[in-house]
């Protein structure tokens, strides 16, 4: 044994040679990367300046097209009840409240529910003065039926009470009474863009894009569940409200914040 070990000693060993980097781009100590980006260069200063200088860009082009977006809505100093709006929409309108197999519904005009008629349940007729309130936000109120004589006030504050829909503070309580008309505040840019985060709302493209909650960029619909600027978008959360994920929770976001995004639309 003593033998072998003199031998293997004096062995002559070669010195060891440093692996050069494969180019002078990189360092001799380079940065951490992940297992994906491993193999490829290593961002430079001026790269990386550059990738902040235009995230910075894309939040000030954000924040430019929200402050000059106007609010179309005017509201009311008052605001009528929906037994109210209901009566001059049977009066005005032709619509009726029918009685089916012990429930009453509420029915657009010409829609009688009877046998063979082709109505369909949240679009002719629906169960409650709210559903029908959201789905005349949406579409939009028809024609004025020919005799009708609501004055220009009366069908003002029709449609006043129509396009709050949306707004959850803006609904009757438990006894059927309005609300008093909330003091509305327009919310900050990064307010605004935080909260519709929070519901699940998904901006792409450098914020030049905003799906819905729930949305893939494939497959999504311009004007339905993807829009290319943010008036379109608070167009749509104005006529069908403010969507959420399923996973949110109703909590997300405070009374005050809610209120703030839905009288902006």
């Given at each position: 044994r003593l033998l072998l070990d003199l031998y293997i000693a004096a062995t002559p060993v070669e010195t060891f040679k440093r692996i050069l980097p494969p180019s002078g781009e990189i360092n001799e100590i380079t940065p951490k990367r992940t297992m994906r980006n491993r193999s490829g260069p290593v961002a430079t200063t001026d790269q990386r300046t550059f990738v902040m200088q235009k995230q910075t860009s894309n939040h000030k082009t954000y924040r430019m097209e929200f402050e000059n977006l106007k609010i179309l809505r005017t509201f009311p100093t008052r605001l009528i009840s929906s037994q109210e709006a209901f009566s001059t929409l049977v009066s005005s309108y032709n619509f009726r409240l029918v009685e089916r197999e012990g429930q009453e519904y509420y029915c657009l005009p010409d829609v009688t529910l009877a046998e063979g008629e082709d109505s369909i349940l949240c679009r002719d007729y629906f169960k409650t003065v709210q559903d029908m309130r959201e789905n005349l936000c949406a579409l939009g109120l028809p024609p004025i039926a020919k005799g009708a004589k609501a004055g220009d006030?009366?069908?003002?504050?029709?449609?006043?009470?129509?396009?709050?829909?949306?707004?959850?503070?803006?609904?009757?309580?438990?006894?059927?009474?309005?609300?008093?008309?909330?003091?509305?505040?327009?919310?900050?840019?990064?307010?605004?863009?935080?909260?519709?985060?929070?519901?699940?709302?998904?901006?792409?493209?450098?914020?030049?894009?905003?799906?819905?909650?729930?949305?893939?960029?494939?497959?999504?619909?311009?004007?339905?569940?993807?829009?290319?600027?943010?008036?379109?978008?608070?167009?749509?959360?104005?006529?069908?409200?403010?969507?959420?994920?399923?996973?949110?929770?109703?909590?997300?976001?405070?009374?005050?914040?809610?209120?703030?995004?839905?009288?902006?639309?």
């Open positions: 006030v009366v069908i003002e504050e029709l449609e006043s009470w129509v396009l709050c829909a949306h707004i959850t503070a803006l609904r009757d309580d438990a006894e059927g009474r309005p609300p008093d008309m909330p003091c509305f505040v327009r919310p900050k840019p990064k307010q605004a863009r935080d909260w519709l985060k929070t519901l699940g709302y998904t901006f792409r493209d450098n914020f030049h894009m905003v799906l819905l909650p729930g949305a893939v960029c494939h497959g999504s619909e311009p004007g339905v569940d993807r829009f290319d600027n943010l008036r379109d978008l608070f167009d749509h959360v104005a006529r069908f409200g403010l969507k959420a994920n399923s996973m949110v929770s109703d909590l997300s976001l405070t009374t005050e914040n809610r209120l703030m995004l839905e009288g902006f639309a």
